[in-house]
């Protein structure tokens, strides 16, 4: 099922390839001009003297990613589903339903290597950061956990959700979090301490500081790497329920 | 005959209407079944969802080949090819692309399914439309496109809803010859509106009122049993009641009517017309008419003020 959802993919990028290819290469640079360029005269003490192009670089790599992602599964699991496009069909295959979210979510994880790997050599060119070999090899399997995270938030969104503004409220509400409240610009420390406190609890908070502890400080914190795995496979699983209950009614 | 479909006691409920009230009757492995009935109300595009899977009835059973449509769902859902009244593809992708997306979970013999492709493209007159993207296609186009993704599967139930609704005349006809050719392959359920096809085309004739089924057998059946085959105009000089009183009684005669000079009636077969002539020696007859029935006067007759024609 993982190949038959991927060959779409492939067929979806091939039919629109200059416009992924050039929304790949766009947004990074936007980004580092509207969020990296202001926050590096803005940041003049980095917290740990941590170099801001090496703190910047993982949070940035993160929102162009999920941002990539926003469409396929805006498209795949919300407007085809209120347009009653493809989903109908697919509701009468004999494949179970469940299987076909978890696929979608396995391709979609698939597709995002791909767009991570692109996104951070951009990101290496313009921001440079001077990292080393090891240190990107550490940080993507946090990248993989974060997107897997994200990914899930948005396939419920997309799930519960069947009105399109409320929908479109729902993505900028859910971008701003990436970008401000998930760690992935501003430290948790920049925070009142009590909002601060709440964001760093937070799954996507979580993940992002073992991975700057992993990167900056060389130390693993395996309990919330398991346990935000533990988290992706059980709300993956919700989410298979909630597909499964929306397709047939 | 062995049953394709067994409906037993099946109800819809939509937003507290009934839509399908207790329905139990059975199709016929391989027949050819017209469904008819009005838009709003009748039930009809439910009751066409509920056999290809897409609704699940509130209650009742339903059973596919005589399996139980709720526990045998995914052996059910391989017999099953259903195109619906709606465009129901990706519309980023070309139809061909749709196509291979779609049947790719039917776990089907790719060698089987690619020759059954060819066929299906061939007779639907297919070529380079299958490589355009669906959103830049017509409507007519669509819903050939969607019965090729259906039958390229060898489906053992071809549920139709409107299977000819936006195509040109020529696509139409295509389109119901390629249907009559598989008729014997497969047990075949479809919705329409054009009631010449339906006449040509079906073993029996589902007509849906209220959601209720109201009228259920071929059409001879139905015409025999409801108003006769024929119906007979005599016009006189001057028809007066005794005589109309006496055709009255003939034998097999159906529905007779006296307007003013005019006499009307129905009958099964045109030797009635020739009992009534031996009553009318010496009477100036002005002008004979004989109409043969369709299925159209059928339903006018029946639904006149209820919309169904």
């Given at each position: ?49 941590i ?10 790599t ?9 469409p ?15 989903l ?24 995002t ?36 995270l ?31 409240a ?30 700057r502890m ?9 309990l ?26 | ?73 995914s052996?059910?859902?391989?017999l ?6 709606k ?19 039917y ?30 296609l017509?409507?007519g ?101 005794p005589l ?46 004989i ?9 006018a ?9």
């Open positions: 099922m993982i190949s038959a959802l991927l060959i779409r993919r492939f067929w979806i990028i091939k039919n629109r390839l200059f416009t992924t290819l050039g929304l790949l290469l766009i947004l990074p640079i936007f980004l580092n001009v509207i969020i990296n360029l202001p926050f590096k005269r803005l940041v003049v003490n980095p917290l740990w003297n170099p801001h192009e090496q703190w910047i670089y993982p949070g940035l993160i929102i162009v990613v999920v941002m990539m992602m926003i396929s599964v805006y498209r795949d699991l919300f407007e085809l589903r209120i347009h009653k496009k493809l109908p069909a697919l509701v009468l295959t004999p494949i179970s339903k469940s299987l076909y979210l978890y696929s979608f979510l396995i391709t979609v994880l698939i597709e290597v791909v767009h991570t790997i692109l996104v951070m050599v951009v990101f290496s060119i313009l921001i440079v950061p001077g990292f080393v070999v090891l240190d990107y090899l550490i940080m993507f399997p946090f990248f993989l956990l974060f997107i897997a994200g990914a899930n938030i948005l396939i419920t969104l997309s799930l519960i959700v069947d009105k399109t503004t409320v929908y479109n409220l729902l993505m900028l509400t859910f971008f701003l979090f990436i970008v401000f998930s760690g992935t610009v501003i430290e948790f420390e920049y925070f009142p301490e009590i909002i601060g406190n709440i964001f760093r609890y937070l799954p996507t908070g979580q993940i992002m500081q073992s991975l992993a990167l900056f400080s060389g130390v693993m914190n395996w919330i790497v398991i346990s935000t795995f533990v988290t992706i496979i059980l709300w993956a699983y919700l989410n298979g329920i909630i597909f499964k209950k929306r397709l047939i009614k | 005959m062995e049953a394709s479909i067994t409906f037993k006691k099946v109800g819809q409920l939509i937003d507290g209407k009934t839509i399908l009230a207790s329905l139990s009757f059975g199709i016929e492995r391989n027949s050819t079944v017209a469904i008819i009935g009005d838009n709003d109300d009748s039930g009809l595009t439910e009751f066409l969802r509920i056999i290809a899977g897409l609704s699940v009835p509130n209650y009742g059973s339903l059973y596919i080949h005589g399996l139980d449509s709720i526990k045998r769902q052996e059910i859902r391989k099953i090819g259903y195109v619906p009244f465009n129901d593809m990706d519309p980023w992708l070309t139809a061909e692309q749709n196509i291979n997306f779609i049947n790719s979970f776990n089907i013999d790719n060698k089987i399914l690619k020759e059954k492709y060819k066929f299906y493209t061939n007779a639907l007159e297919l070529g380079k439309e299958l490589n355009v993207e669906v959103n830049r017509s409507p186009v669509l819903r050939k496109v969607t019965l090729l993704r259906e039958l390229s599967r060898d489906p053992k139930i071809l549920v139709l809803d409107h299977p000819t609704a936006f195509m040109n005349a020529k696509d139409s006809s295509l389109t119901w010859n390629l249907l009559q050719s598989v008729q014997n392959d497969m047990t075949m359920i479809y919705s329409s509106s054009s009631l010449n096809r339906i006449e040509n085309f079906h073993d029996r004739i589902l007509v849906f009122h209220d959601g209720k089924i109201d009228l259920d057998d071929n059409l001879a059946n139905m015409l025999k049993n409801w108003m006769g085959y024929y119906q007979f105009t005599i016009q006189f000089d001057k028809f007066l009641t109309f009183n006496k055709i009255g009684g003939v034998k097999n005669i159906i529905s007779p009517t006296k307007k003013e000079n005019t006499l009307v009636f129905n009958a099964n077969n045109r030797s009635v017309l020739l009992r009534v002539m031996t009553l009318l020696t010496g009477v100036s007859i002005t002008d004979i008419n109409k043969r029935f369709h299925l159209r006067d059928l339903l007759a029946r639904y006149i003020h209820e919309g169904i024609v």
